[in-house]
Structures are given as structure tokens and as C-alpha cells.
């Protein structure tokens, strides 16, 4: 990144915090790349998805509007978590609200708001380079682990790596991977303990969360793990989930 890139990902990141903090004292569910730093290392994260309840989707947007956000559009669709979300701009900011629950398109899975709330805690969240502090309201790591393990982007995937160090209910992240089509997530499950081989994924786990050797290490021993216990729990074998993947 040059240096003028790096400064304007700084005012970005800032500008988030800002908003989370303005925000805290409402009902706002932090997902995405903030909730990720609750449970790890903070990286750069330039915008906010926040899941929130029909009922009090109307305040948090007065509260946007405060703050010189405008309301940029409305979707079902197109997204790769896509319900009745709304997105919020301000300059380069933008904050997405995925109105009760979050819902990926391509799976077809869902996470209502009631399933997200009913485990989320307040935990401080940190940016890479602010000194702003915040403790909103976060997604369990069960819930967040369900969400990228279904969505299964590169960038998820890298973030489950993140989220696979630490105290883990498994029953509870069982329970959430259920009620989700199978074959998708088994197939994302096996791309992701591929990826730990590849050098590409290494370098950009190991770039964006800045770690070092040691850190990389006791992440990719957990992630190994998790991928292992997931198999091992629905009985997955690698064979047939490169089939579901084709």
C-alpha cells in the first residue's frame, strides 16, 4: 500500500470505530472484520456490518444520519450476505445494517437476529492503527465461525484460521452448522485445510493480521484441528467433499 492509501485506510478505520462507539448503547451486533479483531489480531477493516432488529433499525439510522451518513440503497440480493440489509455511505465510510439476520445467497443459509443476538457479548474491539476504545456488542466465535464457514471466500476463510484459536463451544457451532446445507460447508471445511498448504494463503493470513512465525504457527495448528474435529463430528471425508466443491 503506498503511503497516502495506508493514511486514508486509517481515517476509514477510525471513522468505523467512531460509529461503533456512537452506537454501542443500542441493539447492533458487530460481524465481519471488527468482530474478527475481538477474537484475535486486529487488521485493517474499512467498513462496518452490523446485524440489527427491524425494531430498532430506525434509530440506529437516525443515528447515521447524525453523523452525515446518507442512505445509499436497500437489497434482497446480489450480496454475498443478502437479506433486507440497508447501506449507509459517508465519503469513503460505508456501514451496512443486515436487518434481522444475516443470509448468505448462494447457500442459502440463514442466521436470524434472534440466533445472533442471543450469544453476543460486548468485547472490546481494536483497530490496527486507532486509539479509539469501543466495546460493542459482538457475534459469538460460534456464530461468526457458521457465518464464514458458509460464505467461504478467501477472505472468510482466512478469517476462520483467526477465529479457530480459543475457547470453542463445539456443540453450540454444531448446532449452527445443522441447520446449514451440508455439502456447501463441507466443501468450504476442505478448501480451507487445503489452503493451509498453499503458500498464497499463508502469505496473506501472515500480511493482514501482521503476524509472526510463532503467531502463524499456533494459528495454523488450530485451524488443522478445527478442520480435523469438524470431519471427525459429521463424519466428512475428503473425497467426498472435493466432490461437493467441483
Not at 453523523?67 to 451496512?96: C, I, M, N, T
Not at 445494517?97 to 460486548?122: K, M, N, P, Q, Y
Not at 489452503?195 to 488450530?222: I, T
Not at 480435523?228 to 461437493?244: I, V
Request: hydrophobic share 40%; with cysteine.
Amino acid at each position: 500500500m503506498t503511503a497516502k492509501a495506508v493514511e486514508l485506510a486509517r481515517e476509514r478505520e477510525r471513522g468505523c470505530l467512531e460509529v461503533l462507539l456512537d452506537l454501542q448503547d443500542l441493539e447492533a451486533v458487530v460481524v465481519g472484520g471488527f468482530a474478527i479483531s475481538a477474537y484475535g489480531p486486529p487488521r485493517f477493516s474499512v467498513d462496518l456490518d452490523l446485524v440489527v432488529p427491524s425494531a430498532g433499525a430506525t434509530q440506529i439510522s437516525e443515528r447515521l444520519n447524525r453523523r452525515g451518513y446518507v442512505f445509499d440503497r436497500r437489497w434482497h440480493g446480489g450480496q454475498a450476505f443478502a437479506g433486507a440489509s440497508e447501506h449507509w455511505k459517508s465519503g469513503p465510510l460505508s456501514v451496512d445494517l443486515l436487518i434481522d439476520g444475516v443470509h448468505d445467497r448462494r447457500s442459502g443459509a440463514t442466521f436470524a437476529w434472534t440466533e445472533v443476538r442471543r450469544t453476543a457479548t460486548r468485547r472490546p474491539v481494536r483497530g490496527l492503527a486507532s486509539d479509539i476504545s469501543v466495546t460493542p456488542l459482538v457475534a459469538a466465535r460460534e456464530v461468526l465461525l457458521a457465518m464464514k464457514l458458509v460464505a467461504g471466500r478467501f477472505v472468510d476463510l482466512r478469517d476462520v484460521a483467526v477465529l479457530s484459536s480459543g475457547p470453542l463451544d463445539e456443540e453450540e457451532l454444531a448446532r449452527l452448522l445443522a441447520n446449514c446445507p451440508e455439502g456447501h460447508v463441507r466443501a468450504n471445511a476442505v478448501r480451507l485445510a487445503s489452503s493451509l498448504d498453499d503458500q498464497n494463503f499463508r502469505d496473506s493470513l501472515k500480511g493482514v493480521y501482521r503476524m509472526d512465525d510463532r503467531a502463524f504457527n499456533r494459528y495454523l495448528v488450530s485451524t488443522r484441528a478445527l478442520c480435523r474435529r469438524l470431519g471427525d463430528r459429521f463424519g466428512w471425508d475428503r473425497s467426498a467433499a472435493e466432490k461437493d466443491a467441483l
